[in-house]
């Protein structure tokens, strides 16, 4: 499974909601994360941007379900994700890339 960084601007109207009716936000992103086969490790809120941030687990498809619910409920105006690698994963495509390069031949050569 992979790692995300997803961002979800809030609405106007939920930021609104969220202030006429504090709530625990965390526990209802998580809730949306474990319904469709995601684990969800960390989640933050920026004030200024209006933003939920969560670092997610999961398959692009269960992702990508995500993106639809967040953007159907009307909560959130926009969404982003973004697949995240650590250090050792990375250090494995580097190298991985490194014997395949040469047998790569550019469209422009």
């Not at 930021?15 to 809730?31: I, T, W």
């Not at 490790?41 to 639809?68: D, K, N, R, W």
Request: aromatic content about 6%; glycine content about 4%.
């Amino acid at each position: 499974m992979a790692l995300y960084l997803a961002r979800a601007k809030y609405s106007n109207a939920a930021f609104k909601g969220m202030v006429d009716s504090p709530q625990d936000r965390e526990a209802a992103a998580r809730k949306i994360f474990e319904a469709v086969g995601m684990t969800m490790h960390q989640c933050y809120f920026s004030v200024s941007s209006a933003e939920l941030i969560a670092i997610g687990e999961g398959t692009p498809e269960s992702l990508a379900s995500i993106e639809m619910i967040i953007m159907a409920t009307g909560a959130c105006s926009e969404v982003s994700t973004l697949e995240i690698v650590d250090s050792k994963s990375m250090t494995s495509a580097m190298e991985t890339a490194n014997k395949v390069v040469s047998a790569y031949q550019a469209p422009n050569k």
